[in-house]
C-alpha cells in the first residue's frame, strides 16, 4: 500500500503560482513513476503531468506544458507540481497518483494509488 496525501491548493488569482506537494508513505517511493491529475466539475478526470521512476523523463498535458513542472525528491518521499501563470481553465480538484508505469503516458488506468486531492481555484 502507498498512502498520498496532497498540500498547497487554494485560491489564487490568474497569472499567480502555486506548489502542490505530495508526500508517500507505505511501500517504496522510489519503485514508482509518479503523476498529476485534475479534475473541474462536471468534467472527466485528465492527466495533468507525470515523472519517471529516476526523474530522468517528465511528461505533460499540452494544456500546462510550459506552465507546470513536475519534480521529485525520493529523499522526501515527496513530488512536487509548480504551477506558474494559472489560468481561470486551471480550476479543478488536483490528485496525485502512484503510477505501476511512466509508459504509456497518462493512462488513469496505470494508477496504482490516488491522494485524496487538493482544491486549486484560480479567480480573475
Request: net charge positive.
Amino acid at each position: 500500500q502507498v498512502q498520498l496525501a496532497e498540500s498547497g491548493g487554494g485560491l489564487v488569482q490568474a497569472g499567480g503560482s502555486l506548489r502542490l506537494s505530495c508526500a508517500a508513505s507505505g511501500r517504496t517511493f522510489s519503485n514508482y513513476a509518479m503523476g498529476w491529475f485534475r479534475q473541474a466539475p462536471g468534467k472527466e478526470r485528465e492527466f495533468v503531468a507525470a515523472i519517471s521512476e529516476n526523474g530522468g523523463n517528465t511528461a505533460y498535458a499540452n494544456s500546462v506544458k510550459g506552465r507546470f513542472t513536475i519534480s521529485r525528491d525520493d529523499g522526501r518521499n515527496t513530488v512536487y507540481l509548480q504551477m506558474n501563470s494559472l489560468k481561470l481553465e486551471d480550476t479543478a480538484v488536483y490528485y496525485c497518483a502512484a503510477l505501476r508505469n511512466f509508459y504509456p503516458v497518462g493512462r488513469r488506468e496505470s494508477v496504482d494509488y490516488w491522494g485524496q486531492g487538493t482544491q486549486v481555484t484560480v479567480s480573475s
